[in-house]
Protein backbone atom coordinates (compact mmCIF):
# COMPACT_ATOMS: atom_id res chain seq x y z
CA UNK A 1 0.00 0.00 0.00
CA UNK A 2 1.01 3.47 -0.81
CA UNK A 3 0.00 6.99 1.41
CA UNK A 4 -0.05 9.94 0.10
CA UNK A 5 -0.02 12.66 2.60
CA UNK A 6 1.30 16.10 3.77
CA UNK A 7 2.62 17.12 6.89
CA UNK A 8 -0.24 18.28 9.29
CA UNK A 9 -2.89 17.50 7.42
CA UNK A 10 -5.58 15.53 8.25
CA UNK A 11 -3.80 12.65 6.63
CA UNK A 12 -1.71 12.03 9.24
CA UNK A 13 -4.18 10.19 11.26
CA UNK A 14 -4.26 7.32 8.47
CA UNK A 15 -0.39 7.27 8.49
CA UNK A 16 -0.95 6.51 12.65
CA UNK A 17 -3.31 3.96 11.55
CA UNK A 18 -1.59 2.04 8.79
CA UNK A 19 1.78 1.69 11.94
CA UNK A 20 -0.51 0.40 13.92
CA UNK A 21 -1.81 -1.93 11.69
CA UNK A 22 2.20 -3.13 11.93
CA UNK A 23 1.79 -3.83 7.80
CA UNK A 24 4.34 -2.44 5.42
CA UNK A 25 3.58 0.98 3.18
CA UNK A 26 4.87 3.61 1.44
CA UNK A 27 4.44 6.83 2.17
CA UNK A 28 5.15 9.83 -0.36
CA UNK A 29 4.93 13.32 1.11
CA UNK A 30 3.27 15.96 -1.24
CA UNK A 31 2.95 19.52 -0.90
CA UNK A 32 0.87 22.22 -2.48
CA UNK A 33 2.48 22.46 -5.95
CA UNK A 34 2.87 18.44 -6.47
CA UNK A 35 -0.96 17.66 -5.30
CA UNK A 36 -1.57 19.91 -8.68
CA UNK A 37 0.50 17.60 -10.71
CA UNK A 38 -1.04 15.69 -13.55
CA UNK A 39 0.07 12.66 -11.95
CA UNK A 40 -2.00 13.18 -8.86
CA UNK A 41 -4.35 14.24 -9.96
CA UNK A 42 -5.41 11.42 -11.84
CA UNK A 43 -5.35 9.88 -8.84
CA UNK A 44 -7.94 11.91 -7.35
CA UNK A 45 -9.26 14.94 -9.34
CA UNK A 46 -9.96 17.13 -6.09
CA UNK A 47 -5.76 17.61 -5.57
CA UNK A 48 -6.66 16.68 -1.75
CA UNK A 49 -4.96 13.80 0.41
CA UNK A 50 -5.11 11.00 1.97
CA UNK A 51 -5.03 9.10 -1.09
CA UNK A 52 -4.51 5.40 -0.65
CA UNK A 53 -3.48 3.10 -3.37
CA UNK A 54 -3.69 -0.61 -2.40
CA UNK A 55 -2.74 -2.01 -5.80
CA UNK A 56 -4.96 -0.81 -8.46
CA UNK A 57 -7.38 0.25 -5.75
CA UNK A 58 -7.34 3.85 -5.50
CA UNK A 59 -9.16 5.49 -2.26
CA UNK A 60 -9.39 8.79 -1.10
CA UNK A 61 -11.53 10.21 1.83
CA UNK A 62 -10.09 10.02 5.08
CA UNK A 63 -13.09 8.05 6.88
CA UNK A 64 -13.85 5.46 3.89
CA UNK A 65 -9.65 4.96 4.15
CA UNK A 66 -8.78 4.61 8.23
CA UNK A 67 -12.41 2.17 7.47
CA UNK A 68 -10.86 0.31 4.57
CA UNK A 69 -7.47 0.08 6.68
CA UNK A 70 -9.41 -1.27 9.69
CA UNK A 71 -11.52 -3.70 7.52
CA UNK A 72 -8.66 -5.20 5.70
CA UNK A 73 -6.70 -5.85 8.97
CA UNK A 74 -9.09 -6.75 11.46
CA UNK A 75 -6.50 -7.89 14.29
CA UNK A 76 -5.65 -4.60 14.56
CA UNK A 77 -8.93 -3.86 16.02
CA UNK A 78 -8.99 -0.11 14.50
CA UNK A 79 -12.59 -0.75 14.08
CA UNK A 80 -13.09 -2.82 17.91
CA UNK A 81 -13.10 -6.50 18.73
CA UNK A 82 -15.48 -7.50 15.81
CA UNK A 83 -18.67 -6.72 17.26
CA UNK A 84 -21.24 -4.01 15.64
CA UNK A 85 -21.34 -2.67 18.86
CA UNK A 86 -18.14 -1.59 18.72
CA UNK A 87 -17.65 -0.93 15.12
CA UNK A 88 -20.26 1.46 15.54
CA UNK A 89 -18.97 3.14 18.70
CA UNK A 90 -15.52 3.60 16.74
CA UNK A 91 -17.59 4.76 13.71
CA UNK A 92 -19.76 7.27 15.99
CA UNK A 93 -16.69 9.23 17.22
CA UNK A 94 -14.92 9.13 13.78
CA UNK A 95 -17.87 11.01 12.55
CA UNK A 96 -17.77 13.09 15.63
CA UNK A 97 -14.33 14.39 14.18
CA UNK A 98 -14.43 14.17 10.71
CA UNK A 99 -17.73 15.87 10.32
CA UNK A 100 -18.16 18.11 13.00
CA UNK A 101 -14.70 18.82 14.48
CA UNK A 102 -12.62 18.61 11.38
CA UNK A 103 -14.79 21.57 9.44
CA UNK A 104 -15.30 23.59 12.62
CA UNK A 105 -11.59 24.60 11.91
CA UNK A 106 -12.12 25.52 8.24
CA UNK A 107 -12.95 29.65 9.19
CA UNK A 108 -9.34 29.83 11.45
CA UNK A 109 -7.22 28.09 8.02
CA UNK A 110 -9.00 30.36 5.14
CA UNK A 111 -11.60 32.64 6.71
CA UNK A 112 -11.31 34.24 3.61
CA UNK A 113 -13.41 31.28 1.95
CA UNK A 114 -16.14 32.51 4.37
CA UNK A 115 -16.56 36.15 4.10
CA UNK A 116 -14.84 38.54 1.64
CA UNK A 117 -13.49 41.60 3.96
CA UNK A 118 -10.66 41.32 5.50
CA UNK A 119 -11.43 43.57 7.97
CA UNK A 120 -14.06 40.61 9.42
CA UNK A 121 -11.09 38.22 9.75
CA UNK A 122 -10.46 38.30 12.99
CA UNK A 123 -14.40 38.00 13.97
CA UNK A 124 -14.89 35.50 11.80
CA UNK A 125 -11.90 33.40 13.51
CA UNK A 126 -13.33 34.23 17.00
CA UNK A 127 -16.32 32.73 16.22
CA UNK A 128 -14.52 29.49 15.27
CA UNK A 129 -12.24 29.60 17.52
CA UNK A 130 -15.45 29.12 20.39
CA UNK A 131 -16.84 26.41 17.94
CA UNK A 132 -14.06 24.54 18.17
CA UNK A 133 -13.92 24.98 21.88
CA UNK A 134 -17.96 23.91 22.36
CA UNK A 135 -16.86 20.63 20.43
CA UNK A 136 -13.73 20.03 22.43
CA UNK A 137 -15.55 20.00 25.20
CA UNK A 138 -17.85 17.36 24.47
CA UNK A 139 -14.83 15.27 23.16
CA UNK A 140 -13.55 16.14 27.08
CA UNK A 141 -16.60 14.77 28.45
CA UNK A 142 -16.66 11.86 26.60
CA UNK A 143 -12.65 11.45 27.48
CA UNK A 144 -13.47 11.21 31.42
CA UNK A 145 -12.92 8.01 32.62
CA UNK A 146 -11.90 7.01 29.53
CA UNK A 147 -8.49 6.45 27.74
CA UNK A 148 -10.05 6.74 23.90
CA UNK A 149 -12.65 8.30 22.62
CA UNK A 150 -14.96 4.81 21.89
CA UNK A 151 -13.72 3.37 24.91
CA UNK A 152 -11.15 1.48 23.21
CA UNK A 153 -8.43 2.25 20.67
CA UNK A 154 -9.62 2.72 17.70
CA UNK A 155 -9.32 4.82 14.16
CA UNK A 156 -11.30 7.62 15.92
CA UNK A 157 -8.16 8.63 17.93
CA UNK A 158 -5.52 9.71 15.82
CA UNK A 159 -8.06 11.97 14.00
CA UNK A 160 -8.77 13.50 17.59
CA UNK A 161 -4.89 13.71 17.80
CA UNK A 162 -4.33 15.54 14.79
CA UNK A 163 -7.01 18.38 15.41
CA UNK A 164 -5.58 18.72 19.07
CA UNK A 165 -2.66 19.63 17.11
CA UNK A 166 -4.62 22.22 15.01
CA UNK A 167 -6.26 23.64 17.77
CA UNK A 168 -2.72 24.49 19.67
CA UNK A 169 -1.88 26.29 16.21
CA UNK A 170 -4.57 28.48 15.51
CA UNK A 171 -4.78 29.87 19.33
CA UNK A 172 -7.87 27.19 20.50
CA UNK A 173 -8.78 27.69 24.27
CA UNK A 174 -8.43 24.21 25.55
CA UNK A 175 -7.84 25.46 29.40
CA UNK A 176 -9.84 23.74 32.26
CA UNK A 177 -10.66 20.56 29.44
CA UNK A 178 -8.43 17.90 32.03
CA UNK A 179 -9.39 14.60 30.33
CA UNK A 180 -8.60 15.99 27.09
CA UNK A 181 -4.96 17.57 28.45
CA UNK A 182 -4.44 13.89 29.74
CA UNK A 183 -5.57 12.21 26.38
CA UNK A 184 -2.30 10.00 24.73
CA UNK A 185 -0.33 12.10 22.41
CA UNK A 186 -1.06 15.29 23.56
CA UNK A 187 2.03 16.31 25.07
CA UNK A 188 4.01 13.62 23.71
CA UNK A 189 4.34 11.97 26.91
CA UNK A 190 2.75 8.34 25.39
CA UNK A 191 4.97 8.75 21.81
CA UNK A 192 8.47 9.37 22.67
CA UNK A 193 10.25 6.86 20.36
CA UNK A 194 11.36 9.23 17.66
CA UNK A 195 10.25 8.68 13.84
CA UNK A 196 13.33 9.18 12.25
CA UNK A 197 14.47 11.16 9.65
CA UNK A 198 11.02 11.64 7.82
CA UNK A 199 9.31 12.57 11.53
CA UNK A 200 9.58 16.30 10.93
CA UNK A 201 8.66 16.62 6.87
CA UNK A 202 5.70 13.96 8.18
CA UNK A 203 4.23 16.48 10.63
CA UNK A 204 4.95 13.99 13.14
CA UNK A 205 6.11 16.83 16.33
CA UNK A 206 4.37 17.31 19.08
CA UNK A 207 1.66 19.02 19.93
CA UNK A 208 3.45 22.17 21.36
CA UNK A 209 6.42 22.06 19.25
CA UNK A 210 8.86 19.55 20.66
CA UNK A 211 10.90 17.34 19.19
CA UNK A 212 10.00 15.21 16.26
CA UNK A 213 7.97 11.64 17.61
CA UNK A 214 6.73 9.16 16.24
CA UNK A 215 2.91 8.72 15.26
CA UNK A 216 1.27 8.00 19.25
CA UNK A 217 2.34 4.20 19.87
CA UNK A 218 -0.19 3.86 22.49
Same mark, same amino acid.
Given at each position: =????????????? #??????????????? #? =? !???? =? $?????????????????? !???????????? #?????? &?????????????? *???????????? +??????????????? +????????????????? $???????? @???? *???? &???????????????? #??? &????????????????????? @???????????? *?? &????? @??????????????
Amino acid at each position: =MKLYTKPGACSTA #VHIDLRWTGEPFEVE #V =M !DAES =M $KAPAFRALNPSGSVPVLV !DGDFVLTQNAAI #VGYIAD &RRPQARLGGDGSPR *QRAEAARWLAFV +NSDLHPAFKPLFGPG +NYIDDPTQHDAVKAAAR $KRVRALFE @TADR *QLQG &REWLAGFRSFADPYLY #VTL &RWAARTGVDLSGLEALAAFPG @TDGRRCRRAAGA *QG &RRLGL @TGVAGRRPLRPPAF
